[in-house]
């Protein structure tokens, strides 16, 4: 049904006859329908404001009001509206608390014309009465806007000053106009949930294509394991313990030495939970600047610092319904581990430059090679955020705790090298087995897996010699500390290198680690950089 609007002419202005007064508000409706064509949604609102005060100047009436229908239909709220003298509505309020009656006729008839008030006000309608002695209101219309079927809103003109009746062909041209104010608020709505539809399909967009750039950076990271090798009952028992956490949601905190695998237990953690069809994502706190850790973590909105020159999601929100591992969660700096322990507590956090709270459903493994006790009494981890992490601890055995794994694990290695070198290794003599086995390895895992590699790199037969790489200091080692190992094998391989760090054959690519990481273990281990006066490699 077409909507009907009437508009108020003066019965005191002789010109409301006159055809050249009729052609000049044609023009101006016509003027004003031309704007409505292909109006964006988010235009209309600024468009029906100009569009009511220039109806209203033109034909000398006190007042517009404009009123939208809410929720189910029944509550009709005054959302804007334009005065010539004064506003004698206030934006917002509800149109069914002053005039009730009104309203539901407007409902049921779509138009309400009262061009003589109070005296044709229907006996019944009290409140209505009692407003308009209150405010000396002479007459008023209202006019129903109706598109798609639904009443979506309605116009009410208003005379103060003269008493106001109306002509059949001024309505006429007028309902033409008001189908175009109700087909652009339907257009309004339409465009506000495609815009809403559009936004959600983006986050989502930016989702999967972050979760899915993670997802490759997982699988480049642990191309190199097939599978957990190892029978010791060391490693036994730890396989033992992630079967019986791996089914729960309980945080899980893996401890140990460096190299010794506590990465890919994390991730055998997460392939044995209900959360495995989703990405694991992983954070090593250690190789972050700690200015980009909480951006990393939490996400940013653009602009929220110098830099931010887009929207990055967090880490946090693409993990949400999957398994976020925290790698050398020692390191993690004290202001980060507030935040963090209040995602662990509440499951929600804040981006960076937006205070709505994004609630999450993650589940926590971390992992440390340090000793997070200790640091609790030294005061550089949290107490509050070390036992919530502590729940179920595993321990992960060196690997001179689990020697019989490692002929095991040569093997393992020797095949995936064979596959990417093109190599045909069958042997290995048993005396170089027993070498390999007896030293102490403060490098674990991973150095023996760079072990294995080098002697692969310069082996062309089908025989395959290994050797160890040899203590720098004279004693024995399995008497020293696990960080003066590490000190005295990480100063080796920076002799070797002649103190260059990174690239190819540097010593962050001979330790098979990143060069952030091998920084870092200098610095805590006391090991002096090159180039900066502080010892000397060559």
């Not at 229907?122 to 009692?130: I, K, L, S, T, Y």
């Not at 097939?226 to 730890?238: A, C, E, F, W």
């Amino acid at each position: 049904m077409t909507p009907n609007l009437i508009i108020l002419l003066s019965d005191n202005k002789p010109m409301k006859e006159d055809m050249d007064r009729q052609v000049e508000f044609e023009r101006l409706l016509f003027e004003i329908s031309s704007k409505f064509v292909n109006l964006p949604g988010a235009e209309v609102d600024r468009e029906i404001n100009d569009a009511l005060k220039a109806v209203v100047e033109f034909l000398d009436v006190d007042q517009s009001v404009f009123g939208e229908f809410k929720g189910d239909g029944g509550t009709l709220k005054i959302i804007r509206g334009y005065t010539s003298t004064r506003w004698q509505e206030s934006r917002g309020l509800m149109l069914n608390d002053i005039a009730p009656n009104f309203t539901r006729d407007l409902q049921v008839h779509e138009v309400v014309n009262l061009s003589r008030l109070p005296d044709h006000l229907p006996g019944a309608w009290n409140q209505e009465r009692e407003y308009v002695k209150r405010v000396g209101l002479k007459s008023c219309v209202g006019i129903g806007l109706k598109a798609g079927g639904s009443l979506l809103g309605v116009i009410i003109f208003e005379s103060y000053e003269t008493y106001q009746h109306w002509t059949d062909r001024v309505i006429q041209q007028i309902r033409l106009l008001a189908q175009v104010f109700a087909n652009a608020m339907e257009r309004r709505v339409a465009d506000m949930k495609l815009r809403q539809a559009f936004s959600k399909i983006k986050d989502l967009s930016e989702r999967l294509k972050a979760e899915n750039r993670y997802l490759w950076e997982t699988i480049s990271a642990t191309g190199r394991y097939k599978d957990i090798v190892g029978r010791s009952r060391g490693i036994q028992h730890v396989l033992g313990k992630i079967e019986q956490v791996s089914r729960t949601e309980s945080t899980v905190l893996f401890l140990g030495e460096t190299g010794t695998g506590k990465t890919l237990l994390s991730r055998l953690v997460h392939q044995l939970s209900p959360r495995k069809n989703k990405t694991m994502l992983t954070v090593n706190c250690a190789t972050l600047p700690a200015n980009l850790l909480e951006s990393e973590l939490f996400g940013h909105e653009k602009g929220a610092f110098t830099g931010a020159i887009s929207r990055k999601i967090g880490r946090f929100e693409i993990a949400d319904g999957s398994t976020l591992f925290l790698d050398e969660i020692g390191e993690l700096p004290l202001d980060q581990q507030a935040k963090l322990l209040k995602v662990l507590d509440d499951g929600e956090f804040e981006r960076l430059g937006n205070a709505t709270p994004i609630k999450v459903d993650v589940r926590i493994v971390a992992a440390s090679n340090r000793d997070l006790a200790k640091m609790v009494k030294e005061g550089k981890f949290r107490q509050d955020l070390y036992y919530r992490l502590n729940v179920y601890p595993i321990q992960v055995p060196p690997l001179r705790e689990r020697r019989e794994d490692i002929p095991d694990l040569v093997w393992v290695f020797v095949r995936e090298f064979c596959k990417t070198m093109g190599k045909d290794i069958s042997i290995i003599p048993q005396k170089d087995l027993d070498v390999i086995v007896r030293h102490p390895w403060p490098g674990n895992i991973r150095e023996l897996r760079n072990v294995v590699e080098n002697a692969m790199i310069s082996n062309s037969q089908d025989t395959l010699h290994l050797s160890v790489p040899k203590p720098v200091m004279p004693g024995n080692t399995d008497s020293l500390t696990f960080a003066e190992m590490q000190r005295r094998h990480i100063t080796k391989i920076l002799k070797t290198t002649r103190g260059r760090i990174k690239g190819p054959g540097g010593a962050a690519d001979l330790l098979y680690l990143k060069p952030s990481t091998l920084y870092s273990k200098m610095k805590r281990l006391g090991i002096p950089f090159p180039g900066k006066n502080q010892g000397n490699f060559s």
